[in-house]
């Protein structure tokens, strides 16, 4: 048998996890490397490996095709154009301390898409290749410039069969016309709620009366509209962390079970707080503190509530298709199934491009409504797309698993190409995996029961994932 | 549009190489297999449109969301169970060897369109078939939308005092006779 | 249990295919023009009911017009017989190609005959007769000793309907590398390829279908269908013989064969060889479920697909209910005693008509 290369990593408990090109792992220790190192493998070595399909026999036999069908599968094939982050104005009528898109008062002028400018971006629409579209409303306040919302609304209702549409309010301001508009079946909320009152308080709204409307509008729409219409995320600083146990139980309490735990992004006004030294190392802990006290209150409350993220890593560990999160994916092809059209026209990669651009870091934008999308130099961001050739990347041993963030790298480093091991995005990828894999072969109680509910299956034990001794 | 400028000046600064992202090996190959260029992820289908029983669902996810979005939120319900098909496997048409024979294709048949509903509408028409003839004296069995033998004759006892023309089917004109509407 | 072979009587002198239209309780205008294949209800008695067409005339006797109108005959006028290949109200349509088979599984529901008498042709006129969107199972025997004739049915069909489906049952063995060709003209997006396979271990499933070197054969073709973008259904019935290698079954499917569509373990049928082997074969599966349940959690933690076919819902777990859809065909399905006030029997697929008294199942019974 031909074995396909391996790589490993040490485990935290001092086993060794191994795995392929293609994904496939498992975990065993140094007798084992040893032994595939030095190339002396027993025959009972040989034939794990073989149920495992670590290996073939010859070309085109079932073990080389599955193999070479599941890397296929592991990459992300760029889809159509079909999804669209709007950003109709930049005015916002809050002034959020770690603001990520460098917002304009409210009664500001000059930070709202033209007449022009709306014509564009329906023009641009209008030659999506249909018949789905995805339309998010960001801002700024998009609410502020509800009748541009209206506008894309109905254009997109009447241009294509299948519509959907999320507006990422705060949730401070609402009108009866901007209920009507959130009525809407086809219609979403997303909204930021950071964890508990205080600190939302502290960290958005600042001041009591700013707080109630907040908490009013909230509840106001949980009981208005059914489970799944809204969804909300924490922002969090790691100097000063939300009550987590309130966190959840807040959450719960609005029907939201999957947390998106967002560290305060390093764009924006952000990039002049000051959150201290060894940012990472805190919020890696941060983060798997938070995973413990979930698998605990899970267990305890029989209610399963899942960190958003990480259940995406784990599913990228076990799974061949989780690539539908823009965040991690491989390669992530840019402008190739959605874009960002910001206040003036513009079109950017992603929403981060589009902030650090207007902080003036670096210009990521890719062209504009009246000239279209720029594909070259597209193309030339395509070219940091993928981690198959990073010289650090391709000895890792989570590498199929793992995206890459070159937009993250240039906004903390101003350059694509530093060591991986020393960017933010790798750090925090090593983090969450080594704890993808900690949990993946726990064997107590409440971790089994979560790992189950996260994958959405009724049993999970450690022996499904494999070991070799 | 004024001209702006930004700390790092350009992509080249920021250490992307122009290169022909082409090279990119998005299309690999089992090389000269089945006669075709054709990349793994044709070969593999990886975006069939799968239709099983009346059952689309797309194989890969429909679509992606970022974080901010919200697709539907994080409930445990169960996936409801596709309507799966299990074909069956026993007693089935043995024949005399026929002579098969192609008939010489007549023009291809239009598909015959079972429209959800059409069932129960039927059934409402024959429940109303059946009381009317229940009032004229000509049906006594249950008012259940179900054709039957006794139904049938009473139609044509029916369409015999009447002077209709005698099928034992529910035509227009007997519908008409006794008052009822299609739809 | 539902008629599959109906009694008429016609003046034609060979076999022929035809559909049958009631026309009733339309309105005056709505006639549709009739296909020279179709037979129009002129007269409906207690007893029989006359139809006519381009084809002649046909009198069906025994069953009510309402129940037969839209379905597909094959009239065999000597016998005086026609055989429903095509019910418009059913999702369960299959066309017995051939009853012949090169393995002889120890459970077969339908033991192999060494006739076989060539229908294609008259099931290719049937399919395009077929209700929009329909699926049409193909079986057997083993179809594609065929295959010649079978993927040029295929073909043929798929391209002149565009919206119909199939979903054909192969024990897989007889695909080979010269068969691309034929395969590639085949929209394999509408065909699902219904594919046995009881074990990962060669010699338990060499046993089961009673032939050596079947398993080799399959694994093989199996990856010729994957290269192929085929969308395979595995089917695992679920015996003595191979239980206890289930969640090494699952191991496999999940490094080996994730290419699959679905995964279907399924409840043993009661008839044939399942019937004369049922006491070494049955496997109750609702005091040993824990095996299952298992197995087929791990295929779904890698994203395969897994569902539980033939299952009695009250035999199964709670938990795992939502994974056994009521696959027994509704012309096969039947209820006992036991399902009487039973709150799950609309969801159910309740047992094979055949199923034994003694079912063998030690948990069973209405659910509240």
């Not at chain 3, 026609?82 to 299959?94: E, G, K, P, V, Y």
């Not at chain 3, 290419?259 to 279907?264: G, S, V, Y």
Request: aromatic letters at 10%; one cysteine or more.
């Amino acid at each position: 048998m031909n074995i396909w290369p391996l790589r490993f990593r040490e485990l935290s408990n001092g086993s060794t996890l191994f795995a392929d090109d293609a994904g496939g792992f498992f975990r065993s220790g140094q007798g084992f490397l040893s032994r595939y190192a030095t190339d002396d493998l027993t025959a009972a070595d040989v034939a794990f490996l073989r149920e495992g399909n670590h290996g073939f026999d010859c070309e085109f036999d079932l073990s080389w095709t599955s193999f070479a069908y599941r890397w296929a599968r592991r990459q992300s094939k760029p889809q159509n154009l079909s999804y669209a982050i709007l950003v109709p104005t930049l005015r916002c009528n809050l002034t959020c301390g770690y603001c990520q898109v460098s917002r304009a008062p409210e009664n500001s002028r000059g930070f709202d898409w033209s007449e022009e400018t709306l014509a564009g971006v329906l023009a641009f629409l209008s030659g999506l290749d249909g018949p789905d579209v995805k339309i998010e409303f960001q801002g700024g306040e998009p609410l502020l410039r509800i009748d541009l919302l209206e506008a894309v609304r109905d254009y997109c209702r009447g241009r294509f069969s299948n519509t959907q549409f999320v507006v990422c309010t705060n949730l401070q301001a609402l009108d009866a016309r901007a209920w009507a508009f959130l009525d809407a079946e086809d219609t979403f909320i997303s909204t930021s709620f950071d964890g508990d009152r205080t600190t939302h308080e502290r960290q958005r709204t600042h001041s009591a009366d700013a707080t109630d409307a907040f908490f009013q509008n909230l509840e106001a729409a949980v009981s208005r509209y059914p489970a799944g219409k809204i969804s909300a995320l924490p922002t969090v600083d790691v100097a000063k962390p939300p009550d987590f146990h309130a966190l959840l139980d807040n959450f719960e309490r609005y029907g939201i079970r999957s947390v998106y735990l967002r560290p305060i992004n390093y764009q924006g006004f952000a990039r002049k707080l000051d959150q201290g030294d060894n940012v990472l190392v805190r919020w890696n802990r941060l983060h798997s503190e938070f995973i413990e006290l979930l698998i605990a209150r899970n267990y305890q409350t029989g209610q399963f509530m899942e960190e958003y993220y990480f259940v995406q890593c784990l599913k990228r560990v076990l799974r061949l298709d989780a690539d539908n999160h823009v965040d991690i994916r491989n390669p992530n092809f840019f402008a190739a199934d959605y874009v960002v059209i910001d206040h003036d026209g513009k079109f950017y990669p992603t929403d981060e491009a589009r902030m650090l651009s207007r902080i003036g870091r670096v210009d990521l934008s890719i062209g504009d409504v009246a000239a279209g999308i720029d594909r070259a130099k597209v193309a030339l961001l395509n070219s940091g797309a993928s981690n198959h050739f990073d010289p650090d990347c391709i000895h890792c041993v989570y590498q199929p698993f793992c995206g890459t963030d070159v937009i993250d790298d240039i906004s903390r480093y101003g350059r694509i190409d530093v060591a991986r091991r020393d960017t933010w995005f790798c750090g925090r990828q090593l983090s969450i995996f080594d704890k993808v894999f900690e949990i993946l072969y726990r064997q107590d109680k409440p971790t089994r029961a979560s790992v189950a509910a996260w994958l959405g299956v009724n049993s999970w034990s450690a022996d499904m994932a494999p070991v070799h001794s | 549009m004024k001209k702006r400028l930004f700390a790092i000046p350009s992509l080249l600064a920021a250490g992307f190489l122009p290169i022909n992202s082409q090279a990119y090996p998005a299309k690999p190959t089992f090389d000269g297999d089945l006669g075709k260029r054709k990349s793994l992820f044709d070969i593999f289908k990886l975006d069939h449109r799968y239709t099983l029983a009346g059952h689309s669902s797309h194989s890969s996810h429909s679509s992606h969301s970022s974080h901010r979005s919200s697709t539907g939120g994080y409930t445990y319900v169960p996936p409801a169970p596709a309507p799966l098909y299990s074909a069956p496997s026993t007693p089935a048409p043995s024949y005399q060897p026929p002579a098969p024979t192609y008939q010489e294709s007549a023009p291809a048949p239009a598909p015959l369109k079972v429209l959800p509903g059409n069932a129960y509408k039927f059934k409402e028409i024959v429940q109303e078939v059946e009381f009317a003839l229940m009032a004229f004296g000509y049906y006594t069995g249950e008012i259940d939308g179900e054709m039957s033998p006794e139904l049938r004759s009473g139609l044509q006892r029916m369409q015999t005092d009447y002077g209709l023309k005698v099928t034992g089917t529910i035509t227009p004109e007997t519908l008409t006779a006794l008052r009822i509407e299609a739809r | 249990m539902i008629p599959l072979r109906i009694k008429v009587e016609t003046n034609a002198d060979r076999p022929y295919v035809v559909r049958l239209r009631s026309l009733e309780a339309e309105a005056w205008d709505s006639a549709p023009t009739l296909h020279p294949s179709e037979a129009a209800l002129k007269h409906a008695g207690p007893d029989a009911a006359d139809y006519a067409g381009e084809g002649g005339r046909l009198r069906v006797l025994g069953i009510d017009p309402s129940k037969v109108d839209g379905d597909v005959l094959l009239v065999n006028p000597s016998r005086g017989t026609a055989d429903r290949l095509i019910r418009s109200s059913s999702q369960h349509n299959t066309f017995l190609v051939t009853e012949r088979c090169d393995q002889v599984c120890l459970m077969c529901s339908q033991p192999p005959k060494k006739h076989h008498f060539d229908l294609f042709p008259y099931f290719e006129t049937a399919a395009l007769l077929a209700p929009e969107h329909a699926t049409i199972g193909i079986s057997g025997g083993e179809p594609t000793l065929f295959k010649t004739e079978l993927f040029r049915f295929l073909q043929r069909v798929l391209e002149a309907r565009p919206d119909i489906s199939f979903h054909v049952l192969t024990n897989g063995q007889h695909f080979d590398e010269e068969d691309l060709n034929a395969l590639s003209h085949i929209d394999l997006g509408r065909v699902v390829w219904g594919i046995p396979l009881y074990s990962s271990d060669a010699g338990v499933h060499d046993e089961i279908v009673g032939k050596e070197g079947a398993h080799a054969q399959l694994l093989r073709n199996l990856a010729l269908m994957c290269r192929l973008g085929a969308q395979i259904e595995l089917r695992t019935v679920l015996m003595r013989p191979n239980a206890d290698g289930l969640p090494g079954l699952a191991r496999v499917i999940g490094s080996t064969l994730p290419f699959i569509r679905t995964w279907a373990v399924m409840q043993m049928e009661n008839i044939g060889f399942g019937r004369m082997n049922w006491k070494s074969l049955f496997f109750d599966s609702s005091e040993g479920f824990e095996l299952v349940g298992r197995s087929i959690d791990f295929v779904r933690s890698r994203g395969i697909d897994a569902w539980l076919y033939n299952f009695p819902l009250c035999t199964v777990p709670p938990e795992y209910r939502h994974l056994a859809p009521a696959t027994i065909s509704d012309w096969k399905r039947a209820y006992r005693v036991e399902c009487e006030g039973c709150s799950l029997k609309e969801a159910c697929g309740g047992f094979f008509e055949w199923h034994p008294r003694d079912h063998g199942y030690s948990r069973l019974g209405a659910v509240q």
